[in-house]
T-cell receptor, first 114, second 113 residues
Framework: EAEVAQSPRYKITEKSQAVAFWCDPI?????LYWYRQILGQGPELLVQ????????DSQLPKDRFSAERLKGVDSTLKIQPAELGDSAMYLC????????????FGPGTRLTVT | QQQVKQSPQSLIVQKGGISIINCAYE??????FPWYQQFPGKGPALLIA?????SEKKEGRFTISFNKSAKQFSLHIMDSQPGDSATYFC????????????FGKGTRLSVIA
């Protein structure tokens, strides 16, 4: 069964350091989402890609967060510099296309900022 | 403003019992209502979903009931098992405009023997 892959699964970093997360969506899925999930809360969208283009990044803190999907396949989310409040689970999800309802999530990257 | 309100925050059910989780929404443009199941340390997994053109959808032990006029939908887990212990999230999305899922805050379900 095809799955969304994410790495690393866990990351501990110090405040003010840079950190990057990687996501490989299900093969053929054109739409990719990055969500942030704070402990005890539901996921909240950070950025959405359609192929290599950003569709929605209105909730992405652009002063420190950046995301790219250069070839419209895998994607990288970067935080620089990391802050204590960035500690959360970062989830990647994908859909076959923008009109598909279903979103399939990866296992997430648990980030701890110390 | 929270667009999808979920209750209860936590739920304890005896093995074999029925677990019921409720969600309410405000945006009448929403037309897709999924439920996700999440185990600790894992990503959410799509469990079951419903469109507003039907009032109920059943898949195995899981049933979604949908009340369009009340803008509410609920998840029923029949014959709850300890393996169902997880956090459940309701969500909603409107198809037009390529919008993301909006999640509730989650319900932590514990099924005890």
């Amino acid at each position: 069964e095809a799955e969304v892959a994410q790495s690393p699964r866990y990351k501990i970093t110090e405040k003010s350091q840079a950190v990057a997360f990687w996501c490989d969506p299900i093969s053929g899925h054109a739409t990719l989402y990055w969500y942030r999930q704070i402990l005890g809360q539901g996921p909240e969208l950070l950025v959405q890609f359609q192929d290599e283009s950003v569709v929605d990044d209105s909730q992405l803190p652009k002063d420190r967060f950046s995301a790219e999907r250069l070839k419209g396949v895998d994607s990288t989310l970067k935080i620089q510099p990391a802050e204590l409040g960035d500690s959360a689970m970062y989830l990647c999800a994908s859909s076959p296309d923008r009109e598909s309802y279903e979103q399939y999530f990866g296992p997430g990257t648990r980030l701890t900022v110390t | 403003q929270q667009q999808v309100k979920q209750s209860p925050q936590s739920l304890i059910v005896q093995k074999g019992g029925i677990s019921i989780i409720n969600c309410a929404y405000e945006n009448t443009a929403f037309d897709y209502f999924p439920w996700y199941q999440q185990f600790p340390g894992k990503g959410p997994a799509l469990l079951i979903a419903i469109r507003p053109d039907v009032s109920e959808k059943k898949e195995g032990r899981f049933t979604i009931s949908f009340n369009k006029s009340a803008k509410q939908f609920s998840l029923h887990i029949m014959d709850s098992q300890p393996g169902d212990s997880a956090t459940y999230f309701c969500a909603a999305r409107r198809r037009s405009g390529n919008t993301p899922l909006v999640f509730g805050k989650g319900t932590r379900l514990s099924v005890i023997a």
